[in-house]
């Protein structure tokens, strides 16, 4: 049952796994749109117009020596001689036109490292009908196109849309994602929002924002019921074949 | 014993005059009054024979003290480094209170580090003997497992690539060695180990596309003995036809991001390595990819590969086989057999022969797992090339975080019982890298839903589950600790130290923390007396039956 709305055990684990991006460095836009400009047309014909390397020259993002420069001052001098015997040229460039293509060179390197910036491309590539004929089989006891989903290829671009249906995140909306209720040895039942839940206590909050926690004696007691209103969301991952998303992500950006 | 051995003793006993110094004999047995290297001894099974604590007195456990760190410049710290001095007041970066190191005990001193700090703490009360802050050039510094000693030398190792060598008795800097270049994305974790004169040194990052290596460096001088890359060099070499080219094997990953562990009697050094690059897309790097993913052999002397076993052939899911190879010596199929055994990342569990690398079991630890077409002749999972990461998703269980991760497992030779942390989850994986030659990570993640975290443990002759623990909220991977009176102790999702019946997996004991517990829980005899120590987030909370 749990889920990511479960934040703290979470993204404790995420802490663990996750390498965190170091802080984001700052590159002039201008100076990195001129240093591109300059490298298409001077460099691009041997480096690649995206510095990955061509026929005959070699991956300048992977390029211990572009790695280790810092604003240029490397790249200058280099760049002031070339490397005849390898047919690159040497060329004469003003420091501002150094810099420009460092700034480039290293904005892109930035890119490929960092993978929490990466751009996802148009993902919507599946058979609308088929995804139609999939909701209505799998999802349309619960949701309906006319209804709760009407608008929902407006609301959502298709990748937020995707990852959203696989799974829902109502937490980012501040809905909560699951509802428990605790029925005590008495036969006094609370119903609310999880708090806490481990175990030794659970803890949760009512619908007046009214706080209660209990100590869980037993693995059954006090009695601990979860409704947890995406459990088909959860139980459709284990079903779903790759397919079936792509072709009901094609239905749903048709709800417009 | 010969004559001369006994010399050679009495002059090593000689020059461990010094209170700090330790006795490298405390490394190859299980540990007892110490806790000398990453896993308390060379066999990873962070298993120890103390009973003292057991199950019966557990209950009266109590707290003996709190340490929590400082991390940063302050008056009495003892500072070195390449890079420029924080500016004062800064804060310092919360990576460097996070405690993921496993710290040493030697002669009543604890040795521990994060990421740019070290401090030596007096194990009797918690007070800070020393610290030491090191002034970083970069690197990202997610996290550092800790500390090898030899003698009276310590060595770490700081995100920007440095092994540095301090003095245990002062904390003063004796040397620093550069290990890797920081400008190409390379940022060192792991805790160096100690065998022999062998200092043995791992690195990591893959961020870029650059290729891994251990190293074995001289204790004294820090120098180079050997280098052994993580991929085949050029075309022709062992390994090398699992590469298109030798272009790729050269930016092909496969980091050392976690200790190894060593059977003194085959001298070999047993490290698992992390995954291929780039890391969530194979086109540019066709074929099995040897030797990231892998469990190696290394001749500890030489630096030689003598055998290789690949749970995760052509990776693309960022499931590096780091997590510790656990050496188990017991009988299988009624045979008594020298073995390793793995809980993988991948989702899987391994056990091999460590004589030779011959394949015994694999057997799944979770059930979402959905990569994997079955197993090849040689008990390998075989990747499904559909669950690679596409432009438009693909869903798969588990996420690049893995069925488990880095924090060590424990095995018990009393229970024959081999403990994990587990997760069910799913995660979409979309390729954002179109070109030909995709580089660093190549594609992009999406968490997909969180099924259970579970405590399990695995009967090492079957693989099959014999107990398992599911947490109410949350769970995963935790570090274990295992000890003769049949105890586990382990760390809740909700910040709860826990003692549990190792042979039924019963909670027996419970103390709540500042934090999730984030290393290795270990324990040692100190004053005749059995602690257990264990960190969260930026504390250590030693543990000791009441008086």
Known sequence: MPSKSLSIPLCALLTLAHI??????????????????????????????????????????RSVLVLDDENGSSLGPFLAHGRPDKGM???????????????????????????DTYQVHNIVTGNAQAGEKYFQAHC????????????????????????????????????????????????KTVQGVPEHFDDFSVALRDSAGNYYSFK????????????????????????????DIHNLTAYLVTLK | MTISKVLACAALAASFSRAQMLDPALLGKPAVDAWPTYNGDYSGRRFSTLDQINQGNVKHLTLSWVFRVKPGAHISTIVGGEGPMPAEGAPPDPDMSRIKSTPLMVNGV???????NAWAVDARSGTQIWHFFWKTKGGIHIGNRGMGMYGNWLYFETPDNYLVSLDAQTGKERWHKQVADVKQQYFSTPAPIIVGNHVLVGTGGDSLD????????????????????????????????????????RHGGGMTWIPGTYDPELHLYYLGIGNPNPVLTGRSRQGENLWTCSIVALNVDTGKLVWYFQPSPHDTHDWDAVQTPILIDGEFQGKPRKLLAQANRNGYFFLLDRTNGEHLLTAPMIETMNWSEGLNKNGQPIPNPKKEATVD?????????????????????KTGLFYVGVVEAYSLFYLTDTDPHPEGYGAAERDAGFISGRLIAIDYQTGKIRWQHKYPWGGGAVGMLSTASNLLFTGDPSGHFLAVDATDGKILWHAGLADDIGNGPETYLLDGQQYVLVAAGDTLYSFTLEQ
């Open chain 1, 89 to 115: 040229p040497a060329f004469t460039l003003t420091p501002e036109q150094v810099t420009d293509i460092a700034n480039f060179l290293h904005r892109a390197i930035y890119a490929a490292a960092d993978r």
């Open chain 2, 110 to 116: 604890l040795y521990f580090s994060t990421p740019d």
């Open chain 1, 140 to 187: 349309a006891s619960c949701h309906s196109p006319t209804g709760d989903l009407k608008g929902i290829g407006k609301k959502y671009d298709p990748e937020n849309l995707q990852d959203n249906f696989v799974m829902p995140r109502p937490e980012e909306h501040g809905k909560p994602l699951l509802t428990i209720s605790v029925t005590t040895a008495d036969g």
């Open chain 1, 20 to 61: 965190h991006a170091q802080e984001a460095p700052k590159y002039d836009a201008a100076s990195v749109q001129r240093g591109k400009e300059f490298f298409v047309s001077h460099c691009g014909f041997c480096h690649g117009v995206n510095a990955k390397g061509g026929e005959k020259g070699p991956d300048l993002l």
């Open chain 1, 216 to 243: 869980r004696t037993t693995p059954e007691t006090p009695r601990i019921e979860i409704h947890n209103p995406l459990q088909a969301h959860y139980d459709l991952l284990a079903r779903y074949t790759d397919t």
């Open chain 2, 393 to 413: 998703g693909v869903l798969v269980s588990p996420p690049t975080w893995g069925a488990t991760n880095w924090p060590p497992p424990s095995f018990s030779p």
């Open chain 2, 210 to 249: 650059v290729p891994g290596f251990l190293e074995a460096r001289d204790p004294e001088t820090g120098d180079v003995q050997w280098k052994w890359w993580s991929e085949p060099l050029k075309k022709g070499d062992p390994g090398s036809e699992t590469w298109p080219d030798e272009y790729s094997m």
